[in-house]
């Protein structure tokens, strides 16, 4: 019998979605590919014994739910754009993670929806980092409060049992505002610059 294969990772579009198959695969990174929900599912039913995922979602539709817990991933690190429920619906089936990076775009969630989370699914979690980029339109939105977003991240939850700060940037014109969210430390690759 040959060795086991571990670890992958693709940082290419050639990702082969509909070929992938590992029993044994534990450690799988795809970068710079954008999977939709349905290839996401396919992937965790293919990698039976993943641990660690870096993957980029981007798939506007709510059609398609994990329909069962996927106790195998201990660590992920999720790129999302628009869809809050499909990451919502992920996150509430890895019951076991203890590492959770998101870099999200277009998915407006608040320290208060967070932490409804993290306590109502994610009992495991140790590390908790995020980033999220989002535009508040202000003619569909014209009560919105950056002090209240920023409040709810100022929170015993998010400043006494997490211990992780978080910083808010933002720009404003007049028909809209660009909001940059992330956690400190600051992790990631790339700052955002919003001048």
Not at 134 to 163: C, G
């Amino acid at each position: 019998m040959g060795p086991r294969l571990a670890t992958s990772s693709f940082s290419n579009d050639r990702f082969p979605i509909a070929r992938y198959r590992s029993k044994s695969n534990e450690y799988l990174s795809i970068k710079h590919v954008k999977l939709n929900f349905s290839e996401l599912i396919r992937l965790f039913r293919s990698t039976p014994n993943l641990c660690y995922l870096n993957v980029c979602i981007d798939d506007s539709s709510n059609d398609k739910l994990f329909s069962s817990p996927i106790f195998s991933v201990l660590s992920l690190k999720l790129h999302i754009i628009r869809s809050d429920t499909m990451m919502k619906n992920l996150i509430k089936n890895l019951p076991n993670l203890i590492h959770l990076t998101i870099i999200s775009e277009h998915i407006n969630l608040d320290g208060y929806q967070w932490a409804e989370i993290m306590v109502g699914y994610l009992s495991q979690l140790k590390q908790f980092r995020f980033q999220m980029h989002y535009y508040i339109d202000h003619s569909n939105d014209e009560h919105f409060d950056i002090d209240r977003i920023l409040l709810s991240y100022q929170t015993p939850f998010w400043l006494i049992k997490q211990k992780t700060f978080v910083r808010i940037q933002w720009n404003t014109n007049d028909e809209n505002t660009y909001l940059f969210v992330y956690t400190l430390p600051y992790y990631f690759d790339f700052f955002c610059s919003l001048l």
